[in-house]
């Protein structure tokens, strides 16, 4: 349309004529347009349905890995890899789509339609084209280190802002405030610095095919004039040339800027096989545990340390429950206690020795019946900004809101549930330590479980708080089998059995009546220090 607007205008056609060719051009236009579009539409649709599948997987996958692994992860770093690294993907696979697939159609078009207008220049212009393509080829591995160490600056400056969000009320109550601040500035300036340099690869990439389009454009115009002048060209072929010449250019640029966006989806995509990769280190067994009633509990010969930490926390330790039977576990602070605990729930395995539940080695136990019949109690209870009821049922489906009533009352909340305004669906914020531990109770209660472990809070309650606790924990222990962490001698006034932790063994174990019996016990030494009746 353009050759024969242009050379019908010199050949002195009609208004009528040329009005009609530049209204044709414009429809081409329009739909050129709505097509480009229609395909963005398409594009999007397909990265965002296929991301999400993606994100939603991931975040699958890395709750069901194990807590070592979490503990070499910030919860921020995982975010970014679940959310920042699909979407760099899903920016990719749009800009393919819409740009790679598209540019590379429009460039080999051109070719053709050049090729068939003079052969020669068509020849010109693939020399051409394979050149600048070959140097944006070289060219794209300046850009790979630089995309890769941009992303992994800002998983850290995610991961760091979530950890000091999550620790604010520590840190501004230590005045920690600035020290945070100055840390923030380092990791934002490597990040600045990571993205700079990045930047400035991608700038000077675009400038070197500025100057190659000028210099390339100047010679298709040369070769146009030249063939013009030898009258093997009209001068409507010739500004046609000048014009596929320039169209050659939005494509090459679009697909530089690609080659940026498809570094980091390709970091991106590394990252997230890297993540997928992780395979949880406790396989998980098939025999369930007992289905009901109070569960047994064997520790034998049970020796632990932290993946990635060479220390021995436990050795040695063996420990026996019959149903139904309470341990009351006592010890300084880091002898251990809470470790055991870990591994009698199964979120670590020992590196020695065995734990069995209900007669079944937790190494084989099916997980589901695993996390149904064993209970925890931990030492600081995970509260979440939700209602009451999703707080209790931990956002599972609710067993009706009677047994949570009920349960809320054996944990002995019953008289602050009732002052809730909105009942179960009050939003649950500010409890104290000491509520947060009934609450912990009631979930307890809710799972029925067949041994419960209670890690005690070591903060200091108030006495009619105190006591509340302990009936919670006898109602709790009634018909179960339990293992109580205390850090105050006076709640294992009911246990059957006491074990003694230093320094990761066990330097006493025996029923808690002869221990407190035996004036010589380190447990009645203990109990004497601590002031409660033996
Ligand atoms: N996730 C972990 N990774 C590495 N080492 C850990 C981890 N948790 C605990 N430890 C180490 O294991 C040892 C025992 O810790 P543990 O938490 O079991 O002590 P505890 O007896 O429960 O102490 P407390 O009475 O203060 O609660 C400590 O030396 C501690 O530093
Ligand atoms: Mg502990």
């Given at each position: 349309m353009t050759r024969q607007f242009v050379d019908d205008a010199g050949g002195g056609a009609g208004l009528r004529h040329l009005t009609l060719i530049a209204l044709g051009y414009l429809a081409l236009a329009v739909a050129g347009q709505a097509a480009r579009t229609v395909t963005a539409w398409l594009a999007s649709r397909l990265a965002w349905d296929g991301t999400d599948r993606l994100r939603e997987r991931l975040t699958e996958h890395a709750l069901g890995l194990d807590l070592?692994?979490?503990?070499?992860?910030?919860?921020?770093?995982?975010?970014?890899?679940?959310?920042?690294?699909?979407?760099?993907?899903?920016?990719?696979?749009?800009?393919?789509?819409?740009?790679?697939?598209?540019?590379?159609?429009?460039?080999?078009?051109?070719?053709?339609?050049?090729?068939?207008?003079?052969?020669?220049?068509?020849?010109?212009?693939?020399?051409?084209?394979?050149?600048?393509?070959?140097?944006?080829?070289?060219?794209?591995?300046?850009?790979?280190?630089?995309?890769?160490?941009?992303?992994?600056?800002?998983?850290?400056?995610?991961?760091?802002?979530?950890?000091?969000?999550?620790?604010?009320?520590?840190?501004?109550?230590?005045?920690?405030?600035?020290?945070?601040?100055?840390?923030?500035?380092?990791?934002?300036?490597?990040?600045?610095?990571?993205?700079?340099?990045?930047?400035?690869?991608?700038?000077?990439?675009?400038?070197?095919?500025?100057?190659?389009?000028?210099?390339?454009?100047?010679?298709?115009?040369?070769?146009?004039?030249?063939?013009?002048?030898?009258?093997?060209?009209?001068?409507?072929?010739?500004?046609?040339l000048f014009q596929y010449t320039l169209m050659v250019r939005a494509p090459f640029e679009r697909l530089i800027d690609q080659i940026r966006r498809y570094q980091s989806a390709l970091a991106g995509l590394a990252r997230i096989a890297a993540l997928l990769a992780e395979k949880p280190a406790l396989t998980p067994g098939t025999s369930p545990l007992p289905a009901a009633g109070p569960l047994g509990l064997r520790v034998e010969g049970v020796g632990f340390s932290y993946p990635d930490d060479g220390e021995q926390v436990l050795s040695g330790i063996d420990v026996t429950l019959a149903p139904g039977e309470t341990l009351g576990l006592v010890g300084r602070t880091g002898s251990g206690k809470t470790t055991l605990a870990r591994l009698v729930l199964r979120l670590h395995d020992p590196v020695e020795g065995r734990v069995r539940v209900g007669g079944?080695?937790?190494?084989?136990?099916?997980?589901?019946?695993?996390?149904?019949?064993?209970?925890?109690?931990t030492q600081d209870v995970q509260l979440f900004a939700a209602s009451v009821r999703d707080n209790l049922t931990l956002f599972r489906p609710s067993p009706g809101d009677e047994r949570l009533w009920q349960a809320l009352e054996h944990a002995g909340l019953g008289e602050w549930a009732a002052g809730l305004p909105d009942g179960l669906d009050t939003e649950l914020r500010?409890?104290?330590?000491?509520?947060?531990?009934?609450?912990?109770?009631?979930?307890?209660?809710?799972?029925?479980?067949?041994?419960?472990?209670?890690?005690?809070?070591?903060?200091?309650?108030?006495?009619?708080?105190?006591?509340?606790i302990e009936d919670g924990m006898s109602r709790l222990l009634r018909d179960r089998t339990g293992v109580i962490i205390a850090h105050r001698l006076s709640s294992l006034s009911r246990v059957d059995k006491i074990a003694v932790l230093d320094h990761g063994k066990i330097v006493e174990y025996g029923r808690r009546a002869d221990l407190a019996a035996d004036p010589d016990s380190r447990f009645g030494r203990l109990l004497d220090l601590a002031g409660v009746r033996r």
């Open positions: 070592a692994f979490h503990g070499r992860h910030t919860p921020g770093e995982l975010i970014e890899r679940v959310d920042g690294d699909v979407v760099a993907v899903a920016d990719f696979v749009v800009a393919f789509v819409l740009d790679v697939v598209a540019g590379v159609l429009l460039l080999a078009g051109v070719l053709v339609v050049v090729c068939t207008v003079d052969w020669r220049i068509g020849c010109a212009l693939l020399a051409y084209c394979v050149v600048v393509g070959y140097g944006m080829a070289r060219a794209q591995r300046l850009a790979v280190p630089s995309a890769a160490r941009s992303r992994a600056a800002s998983a850290t400056l995610v991961g760091m802002l979530e950890e000091r969000l999550a620790g604010v009320e520590d840190i501004r109550a230590n005045g920690a405030g600035e020290h945070t601040v100055r840390r923030f500035h380092q990791v934002s300036a490597a990040l600045f610095r990571a993205e700079n340099r990045d930047a400035r690869i991608g700038t000077m990439l675009l400038a070197g095919t500025s100057v190659a389009f000028a210099a390339g454009t100047a010679v298709m115009l040369g070769l146009a004039a030249w063939a013009v002048e030898a009258g093997t060209l009209t001068v409507g072929t010739a500004v046609l079944v080695d937790l190494r084989e136990a099916d997980p589901r019946s695993l996390r149904g019949r064993i209970g925890m109690v500010g409890l104290s330590a000491g509520q947060a531990q009934l609450l912990a109770f009631a979930r307890a209660f809710l799972s029925d479980p067949g041994l419960v472990v209670l890690d005690e809070a070591s903060s200091r309650l108030d006495p009619a708080t105190e006591r509340r």
